[in-house]
Nanobody
Framework: QVQLVESGGGLVQAGGSLRLSCAAS????????MGWYRQAPGKQRELVAV???????NYADSVNGRFTISRDNAKNTVYLQMNSLKPEDTGVYYC????????WGQGTQVTVSS
């Protein structure tokens, strides 16, 4: 069963940057499509970035051009570099398998102040 531990969130002013990390275990990490999700207050969880084993990436329109997803298969870790942050990026960020999400981790809180 997949286990995921997210970290790197915090409070940042609009226009700032954060880098999130997610350590995965319990899966053959290098074979899986990984994704970053976020859940804004009062909203459903949404998928914002995806990276395939072959390093192809895809982004939600709302973050395209500002966020960059990457992975280190040697460390079983996926990252999300977030630049030019906006208040609407505020939420809890989770990583998981992008195709068939397993158990969710605790997430990491990102708060962007205006």
């Amino acid at each position: 069963q997949v286990q995921l531990v997210e970290s790197g969130g915090g409070l940042v002013q609009a226009g700032g940057s954060l880098r999130l990390s997610c350590a995965a275990s319990g899966i053959i990490f290098k074979l899986n499509v990984m994704g970053w999700y976020r859940q804004a207050p009062g909203k459903q969880r949404e998928l914002v970035a995806v990276i395939t084993p072959g390093l192809r990436t895809n982004y939600a329109d709302s973050v395209n051009g500002r966020f960059t997803i990457s992975r280190d298969n040697a460390k079983n870790t996926v990252y999300l570099q977030m630049n030019s942050l906006k208040p609407e990026d505020t939420g809890v960020y989770y990583c998981n398998l992008a195709t068939t999400p397993g158990s969710w981790g605790q997430g990491t809180q990102v708060t962007v102040s205006s």
